[in-house]
């Protein structure tokens, strides 16, 4: 059944509501097989963008192509999307298995093959033996199977999921999100996935592209956004940071030397081509922090606040002298118990690796 | 609480037991009573009416009419109610307004603004024959057909407000769902959108149907005299032939044929959308 899938291009795509500009100029293109997640805070346009994919908003400007033919004369019920959404939209007066057929009989299937067709795919996502059932007589992980399994029914070219997991509670959202995966490989099919959950976002896709304003900010694998976030606006929407402002003093081929605005310097090990004397601020992930009883070169003192154990992880909140509050997570060795509150700590960076450095406009 | 509540109802209670609960036992002993000496016990006002077809036509008749124009009022209705569903805010409530009109305007007077249009020499007849379409006057007013169009645009908002509150509330993804899997915009209504909008439907049909088949003033003023449905009859055998008896007969059992027509619809639409 793996085919290869479509490639998507979506080429200089802009659109207003209005006098507001909800998609600006956006172009992204999704290799055939792909799973891409749209990230972004409400109301950045990502849903948007996803209407427009599917058809359901002709777009101000711009282009949509699958496999390099455009595709935005095609009304969405011929352009060969299947999209699932938030709340599945599975229609509630037909049982599971005609929810399926649904597709199938409006895309005229020859009627024998509708029946084998739906069975199979009911068995595909583990719900054969709900066929007779009404959706609202099924759970939700159960009501997401099935809208899988009529959408996918139809053999579309784009699979599009809409905030797909936002309504599933966190232990059922990860076995979804496993089973989603699992279906999109073996179907082979392109995906584009809209979200608002950075952690789904990386826990599911090839690739990430973070959204604001209607604008992407940076498209890349889940670890290059998460390690070396383009702006300091993926750097605080994907994941958790602490920011310390400083100015650059100097940079080479190792990287960049920092002075904090408390003194401290710090190395970064990538300027990006920003010139000494530039007001920067340097962007340090929790985990990117280092404790030690005893000042070291780099470290700043500070006094633990606020002790939370996570289990495998311990994450302390601390203040600097200059009252600062810097976030630290460090995993548990056997070694090392926990720090009490109102400790002093020296805190510095474990490499200069782990230090991102954004200009301040 | 629940006495509280039970409390709140009192008033309401009271009202139904003497406007409504009263009257109508009066009613039904009037019924069984003879037609001269009130307080014997006979059956012979029913008898009467089902051994002679005179009276069950007339029956049969407004039930008919009732039918009928709910089904006009319903094949106009529903598109108004599925445009004003995806109406802006602004065009909806024009929308609804010009629907709502005909309530606010006295009976006599919309009836007879009807008269007017639809008379031999009215403005209906003056276009249609100006157009060639036909050299003898349509007769419009007088007849059932006059009656039909009349009551379905009297009624029209008892269909349109409970159909456009049920389409209010679809999901609207379900519409963009149906056609994402390849469906077009009629597959979409007479799949989806028509289906689950059927409890509108229902209360629309109860509401206009109960409506039209009691209209006295309008089934009187534009059906004329020959046309007779169960109010007028009634009217007749209360006030002309001063027959109150007979009256109270005919009125219990045009109550329960309407009743039982209502139930029926009840039925049908709750075995039909037991699951939406």
Not at chain 1, 195 to 206: K, P
Request: aromatic share 8%.
């Amino acid at each position: 059944m793996a085919a290869a899938g479509h490639d998507v291009q979506i080429d200089h795509v802009s659109h207003r509501f209005a006098d507001y500009v909800a998609v600006d100029d956006v172009s992204l293109t999704i290799d055939g097989g792909g799973l891409v997640a749209l990230l972004g805070p409400s109301g950045c346009g990502k849903s948007t963008l996803l209407r427009i994919i599917a058809g359901f908003i002709a777009q101000s400007s711009g282009r949509i192509l699958f496999d390099g033919a455009p595709v935005d004369h095609l009304p969405a019920n011929r352009r060969g999307v299947g999209i699932v959404f938030q709340n599945y939209a599975l229609f509630p007066h037909m049982t599971v298995r005609d929810n399926v057929a649904y597709g199938l009989r409006a895309q005229k299937w020859e009627r024998d093959d509708i029946g084998p067709r739906v069975e199979e795919m009911l068995r595909r996502v583990h719900m054969a033996q709900f066929a007779d059932r009404f959706p609202k007589q099924l759970s939700g992980g159960q009501q997401q199977r099935v809208a899988l399994a009529r959408c996918l029914a139809t053999d579309p070219k784009v699979l599009l999921l809409d905030e797909p997991f936002a309504a599933l509670d966190k232990n059922l959202r990860f076995d979804m999100q496993v089973e989603v995966k699992r279906l999109q490989h073996e179907y082979g099919i392109t995906t584009i996935m809209v979200t608002h959950d950075q952690e789904e976002a990386l826990a599911m896709a090839d690739r990430i592209a973070v959204m604001s304003r209607g604008r992407l900010e940076q498209v890349a694998s889940p670890t290059e956004i998460y390690d070396r976030p383009a702006t300091l606006f993926v750097n605080q929407f994907v994941g958790s940071t602490n920011l310390l402002r400083g100015e650059l003093l100097a940079q080479d081929s190792n990287g960049a030397l920092v002075r904090l605005d408390d003194g401290t310097a710090l190395r970064a090990a990538d300027s990006k081509g920003l010139m000494p004397g530039a007001k920067v601020v340097v962007a340090v992930r929790p985990e990117g922090l280092v404790l030690s009883d005893n000042a070291v070169e780099g470290a700043r003192p500070g006094r633990i606040k606020t002790v939370m154990p996570l289990g495998p992880q311990v994450a302390y909140d601390i203040e600097t002298e200059d009252g600062a509050a810097l976030k630290a997570v460090v995993a548990r060795s056997g070694a090392s118990g926990l720090r009490e509150a109102d400790s002093i700590v020296h805190v510095a960076p474990v490499s200069p690796a782990a230090c991102n450095i954004f200009a301040i406009e | 609480m629940q006495r509280d509540s039970l409390a709140l109802a009192v008033p309401l209670a009271a009202l139904f037991l003497v406007a409504f609960i009263a009257p109508l036992c009066v009613l039904l002993a009037l019924s069984l009573s003879g037609d001269s000496e009130f307080g014997r016990f006979t059956l012979q006002n029913y008898v009467k009416f089902f051994t002679d077809r005179f009276n069950y036509s007339i029956l049969i008749d407004t039930l008919l009419l009732g039918i009928k124009s709910t089904a006009v009022c319903l094949v106009f209705g529903y598109p108004i109610a599925w445009v004003a569903a995806r109406s802006s805010p602004r065009v909806q409530s024009l929308l609804l307004f010009i629907v709502v009109l005909p309530i606010m305007t006295s009976v006599v007077v919309r009836t007879f603004a009807w008269i007017v249009i639809l008379g031999r020499y009215g403005v209906l007849n003056q276009i249609v024959q100006s157009l060639g379409l036909t050299q003898e006057p349509l007769k419009l007013l007088y007849s059932e057909v006059g009656v039909v169009i009349v009551l379905a645009q009297v009624q029209m908002p008892l269909m349109v407000l409970p159909i456009l509150t049920v389409l209010s509330r679809i999901d609207p993804n379900l519409s963009d769902a149906s056609q994402a899997l390849g469906a077009g915009a009629w597959r979409t209504l007479w799949r989806v959108t028509l289906p689950l909008s059927t409890p509108g439907i229902v209360a629309g049909c109860i509401l206009t149907y109960a409506a039209c088949v009691t209209a006295f003033v309008t089934q009187s003023l534009i059906g004329g005299a020959r046309l007779v449905y169960m109010p007028l009859h009634i009217y007749q055998q209360a006030v002309g032939a001063n027959n109150w008896p007979f009256a109270a007969a005919l009125s219990v059992i045009f109550m329960i044929a309407v009743l039982a027509a209502v139930a029926l619809l009840n039925t049908i639409a709750a075995r039909a959308h037991r699951h939406a």
